[in-house]
């Protein structure tokens, strides 16, 4: 969409204000905002244009406009300009991202909180499960006469063991045996393909035998669906309470609901094409975030997981400063997770 360099100054004075107030914006304020260069006239017939192009809209109860989902995207895409990161906030980002968090889970829902205070808005966070993930090898080995390990090794290389407890003896040969059948049988198989093998497998097996092999199997398919598995962490959901837009509690609810279930993490796919995604009103799927934007940046955890950190809010939050701050934080985190370093903070400006 091709505007003149007007119709762009004032569009940006328009959503920069609305950001900033919840309020709609009427042609006095954004004439004072612009020192007067642009008369009031002019500017409310640019603003007509611009409302007849879809980039404004104008509620039934006041004569000022307010920004449309097309209108936040062509300034996220053409007028946004970069947020300069302060010192304060790249040491308050810093701080968090030094806390000593060893288990994944733990890290994550963490981030989330944190960029929930960061924002005030709410967060979500988690990691990628891996695309194909197979068992490479089953090692049995033998304990007691009436326990064994189990150790499985993947296709990337992780290693997962249980010590296996039996009520009657197993022998050294039995143990090998087993672990011949193991190894090739199930191994280069996903999740999804070792069920029907180990259907096939049972039609063939003794009861005890069969036993053994869907013991060691069932245990190979939890460490499968671990690695695969994506939990959605949620944090902050009070802060949509703060929000002019959601202080009835009637439209507030729907949303909050949705964020405080069990999501599939499907509905936040990480972004494939750049490190930030931000979606505005309709261009998210689910009915529940259609009046919300939602800003994602994706991070690398290393063994081939990726993550992504994000935050919902109205369509009229403050995109460049948002995305300054997701994308400060998602690259400490890949910092973190790959060299345990956290990023140079180079803030030049104090603003909060």
Known sequence: MDLSERKKRI??????????????????????????????????????????????????????????????????????????????????????????????????????????????????ALSSGFERVTIRR??????????????????????????????????????????????????????????PELMRVAQHAAGDAYGLISLVVSFAMEVLEGLEHRRVHTAGLAHLLELPEYQNLERAQPLMSYLSEDQDAARFPIPKDGPMKILIGPENVADALKDTSVVMASYDIGDGMRGIIGVVGPTRMDYAKITARLSYFAEGLTRLFGQGELPTGDGRNDET
């Open 138 to 195: 089953f090692d049995l080995l033998i304990v007691e006469r009436n326990a064994f390990i189990i150790v499985v090794m993947t296709d990337n290389n992780l290693v997962r063991n249980k010590l296996v407890q039996l009520p009657s003896d197993l022998t050294e040969a039995q143990l090998q045996m087993l672990n011949t059948l193991l190894n090739t049988t199930f191994t280069n198989l996903t999740l999804e393909e070792i069920t």
């Open 11 to 124: 569009l940006r004075a328009i959503i920069e204000s609305y950001i900033s107030t919840a309020e709609p914006v009427g042609s006095k304020a954004i004439a004072d905002s612009l020192d007067r260069s642009v008369s009031s006239a002019t500017i409310r017939n640019e603003m007509a244009d611009l409302e007849s192009m879809g980039l404004l809209e104008k509620p039934h109860t006041s004569a000022g406009r307010i920004p449309s989902p097309q209108g936040y995207r062509f300034y996220v895409n053409e007028l946004m300009e970069e947020h300069q990161l302060s010192v304060q906030e790249t040491e308050r980002i810093n701080r968090a991202l030094r806390l000593k968090m060893q288990e994944l889970d733990r890290v994550i829902s963490e981030a989330g909180r944190v960029v929930s205070r960061l924002t005030n808005y709410p967060a979500f």
